[in-house]
Structures are given as C-alpha cells and as structure tokens.
C-alpha cells in the first residue's frame, strides 16, 4: 500500500484528506471535529529504521494499543513510531512489507483511538 492508496481509502472511509502543515511531502490525517491526528504519513531515512539500504522509505505513524506494539515490532514492515511516543504509537513501511487489510485494520484503530469521546 502506498500513500496514495491510503489517501483516497481514508477519504471515502473518513471523509479525510491529507493536511501538508510542513513545507514538504509528509502529510498528516486528522479528525474533522477535533482536529486531532491519527495517521501522519512520513518519508524518512531507512537508516533511522535500522534498515542496511540507503536512501528513504514512506512510512504512516498511527496510534496503537501499548499491548500491541511489541507484537507488531516483530513483524517485517513494523518499527518503534518515528518521532512520535513509541509506546502508543508504531510505524509501518509502505513499501509492500506489511498487508494491506493489516494497514487499514490499524489505521481504522488509530481512528478510533484518537476520536472525540461521547459521554
């Protein structure tokens, strides 16, 4: 899944279009009512990744339940999040190494997690 992918996905399931808040391709997903974010979408170094190649990968940061991060980490195409709180948060390589429906499936708890809470 590439960004462009998650882009129109995101849009028909959330109404969401990328916001650009930098002078540059990372992009952030937000919620419409409180503004708050549940996905950024960042091009970033592999070498920040840990990974042996030169050169930059896409990567979407989405929040994640603490129970499940550790877990993910241990799957090809998941890394401790990139500049955002690794415990609640995770990055995911859009570069083919993790599933589609398994990067739809986080974004959609990112989603929820971060929503405004009804009383």
């Known amino acids: 899944m590439d960004r462009q992918t998650i882009f129109r996905w995101v849009r028909k399931q959330y109404g969401t279009v990328p916001d650009y808040p930098w002078s540059d391709n990372n992009a952030v997903l937000r919620h419409k009512d409180n503004r708050k974010w549940y996905g950024v979408i960042l091009e970033v170094a592999k070498s920040k990744l840990g990974l042996p190649d030169e050169g930059t990968v896409d990567v ?19 890394h401790p999040a990139y500049h955002m709180n690794k415990e609640k948060w995770i990055s995911i390589r859009l570069d083919g190494s993790a599933g589609d429906e398994e990067i739809r499936n986080l974004i959609h708890l990112s989603f929820e997690l971060t929503k405004t809470k009804k009383n």
């Open 60 to 78: 979407i940061n989405v929040k994640c339940d603490p129970l499940l991060t550790g877990s993910l980490q241990k799957k090809p195409g998941f």
